[in-house]
């Protein structure tokens, strides 16, 4: 095996795998998108019932066509059986929900595993019918990309191509539907309508998926891509479109690697593709990725040290002189020590932080001196903060839906003539202000 | 037509019964509420005071009566009433906007498959600034504080430009600021002549905020104007012998007193 082989398969070079690839690939787009509602609706253990219960009627609809005298393994009649018995166990679940009061994992755990094992005792029985062989009907199990046919994947790419139009015809309507039920039912939405059509949709990927990715896996071919799409986005659009994307590269990669390797199952190789999607846009994911948090965090913590260091070393300057305009003098390091409480380290730190920025000197006396640059810059930040204390003590009724500390624009966030006021409430229209409290 | 319920009552209630699982939550209601009224239903934790608004918009089966919207059944009514339920009712993780959620008040009128488009988006827009938090349109829902979000509720609701307002306690655990933007925007949608039915739980801002008081517990103990109905008496059978809260009673009572006489 090498990588050329790979890498054409990959490419779509053969003429025997490029539509089974093709196909896998839209089956992950559809699966992405179609998930996304399901996992906003808060139903994915209900799609995980849905595909268990599709395995007795595999079996069931083998043994009718067998005994009809069709060939048993024609996929469209396996697959309407898969849809029958997958939508009972759904119709189930919702039965035994909303008729006792079991919780919704009890009524899902019962059901998708009484189906699962009845499925299981149905294809071992089909084995027993004289004269056919049912082997390959496990394929529907685990998945098997190898047994798929050109019509076969007629039948697939057909139902995908009218999922994802119905999905998109009706993006609003299911958003109303998983945002906000209630809402949707007063506005006169008809909410189990949108309920169903969302569980057809599901079921219709879900079916369709079988041959391909196998009843185990396919709930996180359903899952895995929209929840690694969230990381990246806060919108509903762009976690779509990244969530269909995702699902067709897992579905990309799965199917070419599987056709290379054989007896590896593509549902398996989609499912961990998927997975190292999701783990990377964990870590990394713009929007909720745990990394860009901790940087976030690391940031914030930067600034505040900075804004805590020149508005210390302001503030020294300020109470030892009477110069006005304050003058910028040199000040020892044991004094900025004394000023406020640092963390061990903390003030080397900060000083090392704001030399590199250019805010800080060191004098050859070993003094620390604010830079010109640094100086306005103190001013600044102790002028802002002292309007946020003021403001904070002035208007606490209002304070806490409008205050941002961290805000360098006061004026942006309070407007101007909150911020002329209490600059007039401290008589002083000058930049600087004394600080409302004794320093 | 039900003689007391004439169809001019924007809300009438008819012997309206609730239960859940056999235990009642509501108990032969009966009610008329005025046009033109800032109504405030009021009453102890588990009175049923969201069970009744949710009642009379289809939300939970009625075991028994019914609830007109001027005379007729809420299904003939829908485009009179704009709905404002608790925050916490939705996942507000959930990847929308401000602006997507206020849009969603426009919906109805848009109709099933249309689009979304601009003139939604700019009555959306409207609605927000509205409720001052128009800078903050863009914002993922998750990012707002408490007040904002309840702002966000607000605004879906008025982009519907409804005529009887139903609101599930839009002042529980908002910031001061919000609680009085809220309370100023509810009388000057009263003073355009709407109807505001709100789920309250202070007593203390009761007389303060509503001109229509209805007194709630499982059955409706009183129903009237504020100045008569928020009595000692009243409120004693409404929230029995729940002593903790008569040094409340006490207050809100005083407060009555006060703003009677200016």
């Known amino acids: 095996m090498t990588w050329e082989l790979l890498r054409d398969t990959l490419l779509l070079e053969y003429h025997n795998t490029r539509l089974v690839v093709l196909g896998v690939a839209a089956l992950g787009a559809t699966a992405g998108l179609v998930g996304s509602f399901l996992l906003l609706r808060k139903q994915s253990l209900l799609g995980d019932a849905l595909s268990h219960a599709t395995l007795p009627g595999i079996g069931i609809a083998f043994a009718i066509m067998t005994a009809l005298g069709f060939s048993g393994k024609s996929l469209p009649g396996l697959l309407l059986g898969a849809t029958i018995t997958g939508l009972l166990g759904v119709l189930l679940v919702l039965a035994i929900r909303s008729t006792t009061r079991l919780k919704d994992d009890a009524a899902m755990g019962i059901v998708l595993s009484v189906f699962f094992g009845l499925g299981v005792a149905i294809l071992k029985m089909t084995e027993k019918i004289p004269g056919v062989s049912a082997a390959g009907l496990e394929g529907f199990i685990y998945g098997k990309t190898a047994s798929m046919v050109w019509s076969d994947l007629f039948l697939i790419i057909g139902v995908l191509a009218v999922t994802t139009t119905i999905t998109i015809c009706l993006l609003k309507e299911l958003t109303l539907l998983c945002f906000d039920a209630n809402f949707a039912s007063t506005q006169g939405w008809p909410v189990l309508v949108l309920d169903i059509i969302l569980m057809a949709l599901v079921t219709a990927v879900t079916v369709v998926g079988l041959q391909a990715v196998g009843l185990i896996l396919i709930i996180a071919f359903l899952i895995t891509p929209p929840t690694a799409a969230r990381f990246w986005t806060n919108r509903l659009g762009s976690m779509l479109f990244l969530s269909a994307i995702i699902g067709a590269i897992s579905g990309w990669l799965g199917a070419s690697i599987s056709a290379l390797y054989s007896n590896l199952p593509a549902g398996a190789i989609i499912v961990i593709t998927a997975a190292v999607i999701f783990l990377v846009s964990m870590i990394f994911g713009t929007a909720r990725g745990v990394l860009p948090r901790y940087l976030r965090h690391l940031k914030l913590q930067k600034k505040v040290g900075r804004q805590h260091l020149l508005r210390a070393t302001y503030e020294i300057l300020e109470n030892s002189q009477d110069n006005t305009p304050l003058k910028n003098l040199p000040i020892a390091m044991g004094l900025l020590r004394k000023h406020r409480y640092w963390a061990k380290g903390e003030l080397s730190k900060l000083i090392r932080q704001a030399r590199a920025e250019d805010h800080i000197e060191r004098q050859p006396s070993g003094e620390l001196r604010l830079s010109e640059s640094g100086f306005g810059e103190a001013s600044r930040i102790t002028r802002n903060h002292r309007l946020w204390e003021l403001y904070l003590i002035r208007h606490a009724d209002i304070a806490p839906s409008h205050v941002d500390r961290d805000a360098d624009m006061v004026e942006h966030l309070l407007g101007a003539e909150i911020v002329h006021q209490l600059e007039a409430e401290l008589e002083l229209s000058k930049p600087t202000i004394e600080s409302p409290h004794a320093i | ?262």
């Open chain 2, 1 to 262: 037509m039900r003689p007391e319920h004439p169809p001019e009552f924007p809300l009438a209630v008819h012997d309206l019964t609730v239960a859940y699982h056999r235990k009642p939550v509501l108990w032969d209601v009966e009610l008329n509420i005025p046009e033109g009224t800032l109504a405030g239903i009021v009453g102890p934790n588990g009175a049923g005071k969201s069970t009744l608004l949710k009642a009379c918009l289809d939300l939970i089966p009625k075991t028994s009566g019914e609830a007109l919207i001027y005379g007729k059944p809420y299904a003939e009514q829908r485009d009179l009433i704009a709905y404002v339920p608790q925050r916490e009712s939705v996942d507000w993780d959930f990847p929308v906007s401000a602006l997507d959620v206020v849009t969603m008040g426009t919906y109805r009128k848009l109709g099933w498959f249309k689009r979304i488009g601009p003139t939604q988006k700019k009555q959306a827009l409207e609605a927000l600034e509205q409720v001052g938090i128009g800078h903050f349109a863009n914002r993922q829902i998750s990012q707002l504080s408490g007040g904002q979000q309840q702002r966000v509720f607000l605004a879906r609701a008025l982009v519907q430009d409804a005529q009887i307002y139903f609101m599930d306690e839009p002042f529980a655990a908002v910031d001061a600021a919000t609680e009085q933007a809220i309370i100023e925007l509810l009388q000057s949608l009263n003073a355009r002549g709407k109807t505001v039915l709100c789920v309250h739980h202070d007593l203390a801002t009761v007389s303060r905020y509503f001109d229509h008081l209805v007194l709630l517990n499982m059955r409706v103990v009183a129903s009237g104007p504020t100045a008569e109905t928020f009595t000692r008496e009243n409120l004693q059978k409404t929230y029995g012998g729940k002593l903790n809260l008569l040094d409340d009673v006490a207050q809100a009572l005083k407060n009555v007193g006060r703003h009677e006489s200016p």
